[in-house]
């Protein structure tokens, strides 16, 4: 048997059983084989490469289904994340996390500016991220850190420090408050040049990774848990009707922000700024991020999202 005829037979023996569904018996006669032999040529068969076995989880067409759904609504390309009976929030929210180190990987080149908003979900996604260097990547801070008793500074510089060093990049970091006391101090401190070449360094950024913040978020949202809010500014955002964050802009569920009063005195990228930046990796988990997950959507902050199944199911259950 020449090669060629070799191959022609394993691959009408992987035809009949795979394409046809034939049985070995019935492979075996038509070829005037025996049923060891036809076993033999779909093992030859697999191992030449001429069968390519694919295996779909039970779960992937629910998942696919629902990354369909949400990349046709809003426009952006998404991927959910399976969800396994009985992970809990860490869990999913690792799961996420992972997907996301995965993406951002993909997206990140060489003499990117990359924009990097705080938070649980990031850090969470930065300690899953695989080191490699990446040729003259910039990391900006794309929000102010600094809360009412100084920890948040530290907080954040240890995020951005682990980021550089994954991928051997310089920080540009934003030493201000991620909400100042007064409107007007923001807007004298946004006149200093140490502040605008911050601003400006923002405004370069290429790619920016962020996710959405809740108030009620099972995994809790580092910024309404660390001293950055008082009550009377959680009292302010009820009246607004604000339903969390993006940036540490808050959004209501229209995906609206301007008139929100402490949107005035926060330092994070608004969704208009965010929304000129050229790739926008929107990460998100937890079922009850899904009212500011879709504000955020509806604002148009993100190009791409990861999010878990759950709270994907979650988002387009909102009516």
């Not at 080149?109 to 990547?137: H, N």
């Not at 660390?226 to 009707?241: F, H, I, K, Q, V």
């Amino acid at each position: 048997m020449t090669p060629g005829s070799r191959s022609d037979d394993l691959f009408e023996a992987a035809r009949m059983y795979y394409a046809e569904g034939r049985t070995m018996e019935a492979i075996a006669g038509g070829l005037d084989v025996s049923r060891s032999t036809v076993s033999r040529m779909l093992r030859d068969a697999r191992e030449a490469g001429l069968v390519q076995i694919t295996l779909r989880p039970p779960d992937a067409h629910r998942v696919e289904e629902l990354r369909r759904r949400i990349a046709h609504k809003y426009g952006v390309r998404a991927r959910v994340v399976p969800t396994r009976a009985g992970d809990g929030e860490h869990e999913r929210l690792q799961a996420v996390a992972d997907a996301g180190a995965d993406l951002l990987d993909e997206m990140l080149e060489p003499g990117m500016t990359l924009g990097i908003a705080w938070g649980t979900t990031i850090a969470t996604l930065l300690g899953s991220v695989q080191a490699r260097p990446i040729p003259g990547l910039r990391i900006v801070q794309l929000n102010g850190a600094i809360n009412t008793e100084g920890t948040g500074l530290t907080y954040v510089s240890t995020v951005l420090a682990r980021a550089a060093m994954l991928w051997d990049a310089t920080v540009h970091h934003f030493p201000v408050p991620a909400f100042f006391d007064y409107a007007a101090t923001r807007e004298a401190m946004w006149r200093e040049r140490s502040v605008q070449k911050v601003l400006e360094t923002q405004r370069q950024t290429t790619l920016a990774v962020f996710s959405v913040g809740a108030f009620d978020a099972e995994v809790p949202s580092h910024v309404y848990t660390n001293n950055y809010l008082t009550r009377e500014d959680l009292t302010s955002l009820r009246a607004d009707s604000a339903v969390g964050d993006v940036c540490t802009v808050f959004l209501r569920a229209d995906g609206s922000f301007r008139d929100i009063s402490m949107n005035a005195r926060g330092s994070g990228t608004d969704p208009s700024r965010l929304s000129r930046i050229a790739h926008r990796l929107l990460v998100v988990s937890g079922s009850r991020k899904a009212l500011p997950l879709r504000a955020a959507l509806r604002a148009g902050v993100a190009t791409d999202v990861v999010v878990d199944e759950l709270t994907a199911a979650s988002l387009l259950s909102l009516r």
